[in-house]
């Protein structure tokens, strides 16, 4: 027997920042988006604040910010798991 849910999961949005008032390009990537470094560039916001806002399907994904060329994690995050280059990755639920 099959079972199917019923409907769509529910997407949700997700706001994401990151201060880097110095930085030329950031963007945000992770397993929502293959790793993407071009698909979801973050927006400068006055003060030097980058955001980017995500519609996500429930789930746990991996991710980090890119900024001028080098990773980093979101300061704003706690969550993160180990990533098999011996650095961290963040982690965001969407439930």
Known sequence: MDIKPRGKAKRKRIDFEFEAPD????FLAGSF?????SKHPMKRSPGGVWKKSLVLVPGDYEYKIWVD??????????????????????????R
Not at 33 to 37: E, G, M, Y
Not at 71 to 90: H, K, M, Q, T, V
Request: charged share 10%.
């Open 23 to 26: 930085a030329v390009s950031v």
């Open 33 to 37: 988006n293959d790793w993407s470094l």
């Open 69 to 94: 060329g080098q990773w980093c994690n979101d300061p704003l995050n706690e969550r993160s798991c180990a990533n098999c280059f011996g650095g961290a990755n963040n982690i965001v639920c969407v």
